[in-house]
């Protein structure tokens, strides 16, 4: 089964089989399978039951499947370097075994929802990813478009790495909340090492519009947590 963009495939029970969820330059297939090599953009494909099999999946598909039954992969290894704008939502159930394979933090899906598995990074470099933070609609998930509103255990990372946040110091007030770089269920501890940096400074804060963007690293992963500061009484 091969899906491209700018289709939608429904598809009952998955099973057995090599599944690549794809552009045709992603996979270096043949053109003349599906027609002009002009054809693109993004497409959706919709599981009911994952039984068995992988799926090798690109940067212009949305994955919803509503239950994960084995120790199936979601495999995202086939590019790197960019940053994966689409989303992987599990809406049933998931084996805890499943694995979500990409080869960098950036080729991870911007939002990953109901996975409970394990989620390894196979590219052990240090790399830097530039993320652009839109602040103006709140942390709804909907909006999330770059780094990785993530759930499952993340089981391999790089040791270090840089991630520049950008976002614009004037116009419209930041809305309060927590922003993903990237976050899971647990796991987020081998990230401790890297560094973020916001605007290119290596803050811990900085202040827009009366509003205090932290950032923070715990048990989850890297992620950014706007506030309004509060009063502060200097005595010497």
Known sequence: MIVWGNNTVHVGDLRDGLHVVARRQDQHCNQGWLGSSTQKGVGNLVVDTLTRGNIYASTNINLKIGTVVAASMIDYTYQSGAINRMTLDITNSCNASAVVKATDLGMLPARISGFKGTVTLTDTATKSYTMPIDFTHGTNTLYNTVGCVGSGTLGSAPSSGTINVTFPTTGDKPVKGQYALARFTSGG?????????????????????????????????????????GVRFIIR
């Not at 290596?202 to 500061?229: C, H, S």
């Open 189 to 229: 501890e081998l990230l401790a090492n890297w560094t973020v940096t916001q605007n290119g400074q290596a803050v811990e804060a900085t202040v827009v519009n009366g509003m205090e963007i932290r950032t923070k690293k715990d048990a989850t992963g890297l992620w950014l947590d706007v506030r309004e500061p």
